[in-house]
């Protein structure tokens, strides 16, 4: 469904783009096709739906050949808080982010990674992990997936406040 995906890119990413959205991502399955679209300052429903409605649908109408057999469910959203990243650019925009990621082979003893974005070369990236840190270059082809890892921490320190003080009915 790889080929399928990239043929979706290939009709939908100029449309999209002429609209003021990025393309993040496309993933097809059996009986889905989930566009990822994100802007500069973000995405909101409004822009979702019109992206759904008015520009992905059509053209995935257009070219049926590109979509599920039968029936399928288009999904338009936004990548999310924490979102993978699948393409050099989408690693070199989020150079000094914390990442998670999983390797097809071991590499340090383990498969499974989580550190800062250090560099984003045209063949891999260099990732800093562990204790003491150590950077090291895992290649494209090497990673089975990765996403950008949310820090909650600045939002968990601050507790909301409630009001527990009795209501007095209204008369």
Known sequence: ???TAEGI??????????????????????????????????????????????????????HPELTPPGRY??????????????RPEHFARYVGAEISLKTRVEILGGRRHRGVLIEAQPTGIVLEMGEPPTQTLVEYDSIDWARTVASWNSTLKQKPTVNNEPKEAAL
């Not at 959205?21 to 097809?28: A, F, K």
């Not at 096709?33 to 909101?44: M, N």
């Not at 469910?73 to 699948?86: T, Y």
């Open 1 to 3: 469904m790889a080929d």
């Open 73 to 86: 469910h288009l999904e338009v959203s936004s990548p999310g808080i924490e979102r993978k990243l699948r």
């Open 9 to 62: 890119v290939s009709v939908v990413d100029p449309v999209l783009s002429s609209a003021g959205l990025e393309l993040w991502d496309v993933e097809v399955t059996h009986d889905t096709v989930r566009v990822l679209v994100d802007r500069s300052g973000g995405v909101d429903l409004d822009s979702l739906s019109q992206a759904a409605g008015t520009l992905v649908a059509p053209l995935l109408d257009a």
